[in-house]
């Protein structure tokens, strides 16, 4: 049976006995978004000459006949619900109820996993498992949630992903695995992030990466094809390295719609220019153009007011530089670019095919390999577009441009932003501590030179967003306990925690890969929205807090007894 439509309800009041006349003074005495039983007659309707005279989702083509009306519920008088009613996070129930776009992308949701179980398990032969919850704490890279037992000072730890399960189940003969899994992780929630969030996650035995890349791109294929009636996919996603990503974009999950490559030009440019734009002595320096207005003077009003907003204060105090910012005027001696000098204002033009009214950007770094996931430059590219697009100077770009990005550093040195796996090494996986080197060279590297070993390590990338991440693991346990212990330095405690994965890689696991797409994400970005929660039924805040449950809450008493627990006195 299908639900959810709306239909109109006729009482015909021809003489009193008629039951549509008490049925009708019934429906009188309701209160709207009551709930109800109706009795009565389905009848053909003459449907409207316009589809826009009534709200959509009404049955237009039946109608029923009222005998009776039982009010089931009443919707109360305090609550006030007009259309445009926003509810706070609180009142989630009202919002969902309301709002009919959220409750089309929980539908859209359902849908979206139903064919991926669909094209994994009935197309390719994927078992569907589901892994414990109740994991242990292992560093695998993010923060974990302790759930606390009643055996004094025991927990378990929620699992980041089933990462290690689903290894172990390519030790245990399970072929290819999948499973719609819920992951959590105690991080920074400022990026859209959820404590709990849901992955598509799967693994593949006897496979490279090439296998687990093609099995995603039929599922995301499939899934653009029938939900969203994309007619023009390529056949094969293009595939970018980490290294070209960062110097062409800036960034590791690049926006290819909007253009404005980055070239490196330090070797074309006069030495008093790279001294007057930052402190570094010998510096990589980048240029990209964005092509704002083809009127020079609206695009200097544009970066003007773009440069005294907070947007570009991360920009301004930059400890290598501020960005060099130019704009093309054909009228102004070298079209604006004095500074250049004539030589290599020339060759900047001809590099950037540069004309009236076109924002040039310099902006010095480091000259050394690239690290994490962007550069100052590559978010300067996304800030100016956005604000650009804002200010109807651009249009907003439109489409999906998938990508993978692959060869990415096997490590990278420690941040204060992850805590990786805690070794002692100054370094941490840029992925996972299983993530494979790509070559037989990149095993040899490990042993002198680990920060420049390249991973089997793929993401899949649309529109500047991380879509999700996989790698070819390493298969075999030696390899494995040395990238722990002596490339990561872990302790040998929490390397004791690997135990049971070191355990099933000795018993003759055989090699695979595999891939962990974020869903929340996946159906955000499918459908435009701005953030997860839009698609996620009871999303936390941004704080970690459910709003409507209020939750977390205080441990009483009597709960830290049970835990054996005491709190600290809080400094
Ligand atoms: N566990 C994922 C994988 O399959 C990655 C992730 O969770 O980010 O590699």
Redesign the pocket.
């Known amino acids: 049976m299908k639900l959810a439509s709306t239909i109109q309800l006729v009482s015909s009041l021809a003489s009193t006995s008629d039951p549509g006349v008490a049925a009708y003074d019934a429906l009188r005495r309701l209160t709207t978004h009551s709930p109800v039983a109706v009795t009565g007659t389905l009848q053909p309707r003459k449907a409207p000459k316009k589809p826009s005279e009534h709200a959509s989702g009404l049955i237009t083509s039946a109608e029923t006949r009222v005998e009776s009306i039982v009010p089931l519920n009443a919707f109360p008088e305090d609550i006030i619900m007009a259309p445009e009613t926003v509810f706070q996070a609180d009142q989630r129930h009202l919002q969902i109820r309301n709002e009919p776009s959220l409750r089309e992308a929980l539908r859209f949701r359902s849908k979206a996993a139903h064919i991926i179980r669909d094209e994994l398990c009935d197309k390719h032969d994927f078992i569907e498992i589901e892994t414990p919850l109740l994991f242990k704490s292992t560093p695998e890279g993010a923060r974990e949630f302790l759930v606390p037992t009643r055996v004094p000072g025991m927990a378990y730890a929620l699992p ?2 089933p ?1 290690q399960y689903k290894q172990i189940m390519m030790a245990s003969g399970i072929p290819r695995y999948m499973q719609i899994a819920k ?1 959590f992780r105690d991080e920074d929630l400022r990026a859209d992030r959820q404590p709990e969030f849901t ?1 598509v ?1 799967l ?1 593949m035995a006897f496979a490279s990466g090439e296998d687990v890349m093609q099995i995603v791109e039929s599922v995301v294929k499939r899934l653009s094809v029938e939900m969203l009636h994309q007619k023009d996919m390529p056949k094969a996603f293009p595939r970018m390295s980490y290294n070209e990503a960062m110097s062409k974009y800036g960034s590791d999950k690049p926006d290819l719609r909007l253009g404005s490559e980055i070239h490196r030009v330090e070797y074309m440019l006069p030495v008093d220019l790279i001294g007057k734009i930052g402190p570094l002595a010998s510096p990589a320096v980048d240029v990209m153009k964005i092509p704002i207005s083809e009127d020079p003077s609206a695009t200097m009003v544009f970066v003007n007011t773009f440069m005294d907003s907070p947007e570009a204060q991360p920009f301004i105090n930059n400890p290598h530089g501020q960005p060099g910012i130019f704009v093309i005027d054909s009228r102004k001696p070298l079209q604006g670019m004095q500074v250049f000098g004539f030589e290599a204002a020339e060759q900047v033009e001809e590099l950037l095919s540069l004309e009236d009214g076109d924002l040039v950007v310099l902006q010095a770094r480091p000259n050394a390999p690239f690290a994490g996931g962007s550069t100052p430059i590559g978010n300067l590219r996304l800030a100016l577009h956005k604000a650009a697009v804002a200010q109807g100077l651009l249009s907003a770009p439109t489409g999906f441009a998938f990508t993978w990005i692959t060869e990415f550093p096997l490590f990278s040195p420690t941040t204060d932003a992850e805590p990786g796996q805690g070794g002692s090494a100054g370094l941490a996986s840029t ?2 501590p299983f993530t494979s080197p790509k070559t037989s060279a990149d095993v040899d590297l490990l042993l002198t030179d680990p920060l420049s070993v390249v991973a089997d390590h793929y993401d899949l990338v649309v529109n500047g967003v991380e879509l ?4 070819r693991r390493i298969h075999k346990a030696d390899m494995q306990k040395y990238v722990l212990q002596e490339i990561l330095k872990i302790s040998d405690e929490r390397l004791g925690d690997f135990a049971h994965l070191l355990e099933a890689l000795r018993a003759g696991c055989p090699p695979h890969a ?3 797409l974020g869903f929340d994400r996946l159906v955000a970005v499918m459908l435009g929205k701005e953030s997860v929660r839009d698609v996620i039924a009871f999303p936390k805040t941004g704080r970690g807090e459910d709003a409507m449950v209020k939750s977390p809450t205080r441990m009483t008493e009597v709960q830290l007894e049970t835990y054996h627990l005491r709190l600290r006195d809080s400094k």
């Open positions: 980041q992903s990462q992951c992955q996650d693994e992925h996972h999700g991440g996989g790698s595999g891939l962990a």
